[in-house]
């Protein structure tokens, strides 16, 4: 029996899965240039950078914000504090703060136990409250 024009049964699926064709496109695709590729990763990049702002750039610590004479909790354990000179450290069941004088510092606590990861906070201490009693905020220390 002669075949039908075209190659007989299966032969359409034969084309299909070897791609009639495709050899000669596959032949002019060439591998993209080193810089072809940098270009593209820099355009990547940028997008993503300008989709979504907050991965570009790194987020400021929380404000932490004490008296001057205050003590308040910071949670966590294990604290370290940049400039010990606006704030004193103590540390009971959860470290404490205490503002001494006005200014900024950068303080730290461990989370989940000292060798966890830690939380960063802006403190900022601020000038007592003159309408306090004596000039001075009230401790609230627990």
């Known amino acids: 029996m002669l075949a039908p024009p075209g190659g007989g049964p299966g032969t359409g699926l034969r084309r299909a ?23 593209a990763l820099a355009l990547a990049f940028a997008l993503l950078a300008h989709l979504h702002p907050a991965a570009a750039r790194a ?8 008296e001057v004479g205050q003590t308040k909790s910071l949670g966590g354990s294990a604290p370290i504090c940049d400039d010990l000179s606006v704030v004193t450290v103590t540390l009971g069941h959860v470290a404490f703060v205490t503002g001494l004088k006005p200014g900024t510092t950068l ?5 989940g136990g000292a060798g966890g990861a830690r939380r960063v906070f802006q403190v900022v201490v601020t000038p007592p409250d003159p ?12």
Do not use: I
């Not at 303080?107 to 989370?111: E, H, I, L, R």
């Open 59 to 66: 987020e400021d610590p929380p404000k932490f914000l004490v």
């Open 131 to 142: 309408k306090a009693p004596g000039g001075q905020a009230q401790s609230e220390r627990k």
């Open 17 to 39: 899965l070897t791609g009639a064709g495709a050899p000669a496109m596959l032949s002019t695709m060439r591998p993209a240039s080193p810089a072809a590729l940098s270009t």
């Open 107 to 111: 303080c730290s606590v461990a989370m």
